[in-house]
């Protein structure tokens, strides 16, 4: 079955640490996308890729970084800049042939103590 | 600038009952428009989407939504709810561009009472 990978479900880390989460897609997906989601604030974007090799950054990029080497693959970073890193993370996808129709992974709660 | 609005943070009904989550827009033009449900500590399933023709788009799990052009409203609504749709429930916006990137409400969590 066609889907999104992300791992681990959940992550602790100190304080301090850089820390990446993984994202893998077996859905042939041009787009890929990182999401924030924080209690009573929806989801917000983080970065986004429409293309191997290429990414731009979203609404509240400060702090993270992804690379792009892989269609099949969108690693986030998240840094020892991000002041409030504890958060629910969450990987999609989407194909422009699919008329905007985002796929979500099941996510990744970091906790940074 | 684009945004969505979820006036109703939480909502609690009655197995059984009709429900309705309220979503309002502000887009220039017509967006593409989706509701998606999570359940806790789980990823977002779609549960439907307004792309274009008929306002009233049918989903999964018995729901339906109505885009109001006029209002910039595009509500769910679901009949008659079971207990198993306790759950969160996001609306969203997307641009008719070349990125799909969405613009989320802050969602609306629904509680269901025996």
């Known amino acids: 079955d066609g889907g999104i990978t992300q791992s681990p479900k959940y992550l602790f880390r100190k304080e301090g640490q850089n820390v990446t989460l993984s994202c893998e897609q077996n859905l042939n997906h041009d787009a890929m996308y990182w999401y924030r989601q924080d209690p009573g604030q929806g989801l917000r974007l983080i970065y986004y890729s429409q293309i191997v090799n290429d990414f731009q950054k979203g609404d509240i990029a400060e702090g993270y970084s992804v690379s792009r080497e892989k269609k099949e693959s969108f690693p986030l970073t998240v840094t020892s800049a991000q002041k409030n890193p504890t958060a629910f993370y969450l990987c999609a996808s989407s194909s422009p042939g699919d008329s905007h129709l985002v796929v979500f992974g099941p996510g990744t709660r970091l906790t940074v103590l | 600038a684009q945004s969505v609005t979820q006036p109703d943070i939480h909502i609690t009904v009655s197995e059984g009952a009709s429900l309705e989550l309220r979503c309002n827009y502000s887009y220039g033009a017509t967006p593409y428009l989706f509701w998606y449900v999570q359940s806790p500590g789980q990823g977002l399933q779609l549960l439907l989407k307004?792309?274009?023709?008929?306002?009233l788009v049918q989903g999964i799990k018995g729901f339906e939504a109505e885009f109001k052009r006029s209002q910039s409203s595009f509500n769910l609504r679901k009949p008659s709810v079971h207990w198993s749709d306790a759950a969160e429930y996001f609306c969203a916006v997307g641009a008719r561009g070349a990125t799909n990137k969405l613009i989320f409400g802050t969602g609306t969590l629904l509680a269901v009472q025996p």
């Open positions: 307004y792309f274009s023709g008929d306002t």
